[in-house]
C-alpha cells in the first residue's frame, strides 16, 4: 500500500517536471462550447498550452481553401486567445500550431446561412420597398426565403408576393406581408428569422430588425407618413414612459441587454406598433489558460521526456522506489 501510494506520488512530481520543462501539447478551446453559430455572433478561440504558450498561434483552413493565422485578416488575437465576429466565410477548420510544427486537436466551425433586411427595420408604411437577402456561404442554391403571415399563411418568395433576384426577394409591403420572415435550404436547415410589421397607420417606429451588439450606439426614430410640422415624440419600452424628444428621435449611445425589449413611439399624429430590439453580447472573454498542468501524454513518453530533460532527476527517482521496495521487503 505504502508502495503504491509511493508511485503515485513520484509519477505525480514527474508530470510536474514535465511540464515546467516546457514539454507537451496544445488544447484548443472554444467559449461558448459548439461548432455552430450565425453570422454576426462571437466566439473566443483559446490555445491552452502546457508551459509557455509562446510561439503557438491559431490557424484556420476555410471551406474556400484560404488558410491563414489569427490577427491577419480576421480575429483579434487577446493573449493565447482570438476573438472572432463571425461571417459565413469563416467557416472550417481552426487549430493551434507550434513554430516548430506541433499541432493542437482541430476544431469545425459552421457559420450558417443568415437572413439580412434592407433597410434595417422592423416597421414599414404601406407600399414601402424593403429587400430581404439570404447571406450563405458558397453556393446558396437551394434556399429559399420563406414567410409565416400574422394571417397564418406560409409561402415562398416568388410564389404570390416578391421578386426573386439571386439570394435576395424584393417586397413591395402591403399590412398582409406583416409576419415572419426565414431562409431554409431544402433539407430543412434554417437561417435566423425576422418580423416584419406593415402598418396602414400615420406612425412606425424605425427600429433595427437584426440584432444589435452590446456598446453600440442606436437610434430609434418616431417616423410620420408626410412632412408633419409637429416632430415631437414619445419614447415608450415594454410598455413603460421613457422620454419625450422634440427632434422625434431618440438614441440609446451605449445598448446594454437591459435594453433589449418591446418599444413603441407616439405623437400627436398617432402610435407606432410595437417592435422588439435584439441585443447580442459583445463577445466571449477569453478563455484563462489552465493553472494546473494537465498530464496529456503516456507514461513511456513521459519518462523519456525527463531521462532527456532531467536525467539526475529521473536516477534519484529510482533510487527512492528502490530503498521504498527493500524497507517494504524488511
Aim: hydrophobic letters at 30%; a positive charge.
Amino acid at each position: 500500500m505504502k508502495l503504491t501510494l509511493l508511485c503515485w506520488q513520484l509519477l505525480l512530481l514527474s508530470s510536474l517536471v514535465y511540464s515546467s520543462l516546457g514539454q507537451g501539447g496544445a488544447s484548443l478551446s472554444v467559449s461558448p462550447d459548439r461548432s455552430q453559430f450565425f453570422k454576426y455572433e462571437s466566439v473566443s478561440l483559446s490555445c491552452e498550452v502546457q508551459g509557455k504558450s509562446a510561439g503557438w498561434r491559431l490557424k484556420r483552413n476555410t471551406v474556400s481553401g484560404e488558410r491563414s493565422d489569427c490577427g491577419r485578416k480576421w480575429g483579434k488575437s487577446q493573449g493565447s486567445s482570438c476573438i472572432m465576429s463571425l461571417i459565413p466565410s469563416h467557416s472550417g477548420k481552426y487549430w493551434c500550431e507550434s513554430g516548430s510544427g506541433e499541432h493542437s486537436n482541430a476544431v469545425n466551425i459552421t457559420v450558417h446561412a443568415f437572413l439580412s433586411v434592407s433597410p434595417d427595420r422592423s416597421q414599414f408604411f404601406k407600399y414601402e420597398s424593403v429587400s430581404l437577402s439570404c447571406e450563405v456561404q458558397g453556393n446558396s442554391a437551394g434556399w429559399i426565403l420563406k414567410r409565416y403571415t400574422v394571417s397564418g399563411e406560409r409561402s415562398d418568395c416568388g410564389g404570390n408576393w416578391g421578386k426573386q433576384q439571386g439570394s435576395s426577394c424584393n417586397v413591395s409591403l402591403t399590412p398582409s406581408h406583416s409576419g415572419k420572415y426565414w431562409c431554409e435550404s431544402g433539407s430543412g436547415e434554417h437561417s435566423n428569422a425576422v418580423n416584419i410589421t406593415v402598418h396602414a397607420g400615420a406612425v412606425i417606429l424605425e427600429s433595427p430588425a437584426l440584432p444589435v451588439t452590446e456598446g453600440d450606439s442606436v437610434t430609434l426614430r418616431c417616423r410620420h407618413q408626410g412632412t408633419p410640422s409637429d416632430l415631437t415624440a414619445v419614447f415608450y419600452k415594454d410598455g413603460s414612459l421613457i422620454r419625450a424628444e422634440s427632434s422625434g428621435e431618440m438614441t440609446i449611445p451605449a445598448v446594454s441587454k437591459s435594453d433589449e425589449g418591446f418599444y413603441k413611439c407616439s405623437s400627436s399624429k398617432g402610435e407606432s406598433p410595437e417592435s422588439w430590439m435584439t441585443v447580442t453580447d459583445a463577445g466571449p472573454s477569453p478563455i484563462p489558460s489552465p493553472s494546473v498542468p494537465v498530464l496529456s501524454m503516456s507514461l513511456p513518453r513521459l519518462l523519456c521526456s525527463l531521462l532527456v530533460g532531467s536525467p539526475y532527476l529521473l536516477v534519484t527517482i529510482i533510487l527512492l522506489v528502490k530503498g521504498c521496495r527493500s524497507r517494504t521487503q524488511g
